[in-house]
Nanobody, 115 residues
């Protein structure tokens, strides 16, 4: 089992910033890598960033590297995504993910970048 709850989405102007958070429970959070994905209507869910269980290793979608930063707090069972210099194309529903016996997803949080 795994329970994930995202928060922090909203409406932001191009060039702005947002910080998403994901609260995890019902599993040993500090032993699993975590990821953020995003999805827009009619498109496949795409990987945004992932972080190792320790937090020492991070990977990003090539196009997002430098603008997005993933981090985690293993004491609070949270994983965050700091998003800077947001662009119109960043508009999407953002999902927190962990793979254990299968993929687990949160309910998603909407990020809308609009002027």
């Amino acid at each position: 089992q795994a329970h994930l709850v995202e928060s922090g989405g909203g409406l932001v102007r191009p060039g702005g910033s947002l910080r998403l958070s994901c609260a995890a429970s019902e599993f040993a959070f500090d032993t699993y890598p975590m990821s953020w994905y995003r999805q827009t209507p009619g498109k496949e869910r795409e990987l945004v960033a992932s972080i190792s269980a320790s937090g020492n290793n991070k990977n990003y979608a090539h196009s997002l590297k430098g603008r997005f930063t993933i981090s985690r707090d293993n004491n609070r069972n949270t994983v965050s995504l700091e998003m800077n210099n947001l662009k119109l194309d960043d508009t999407a529903v953002y999902y927190c993910n962990v793979w254990k016996d299968r993929d687990y997803w949160g309910q998603g949080t909407q990020v809308t970048v609009s002027s």
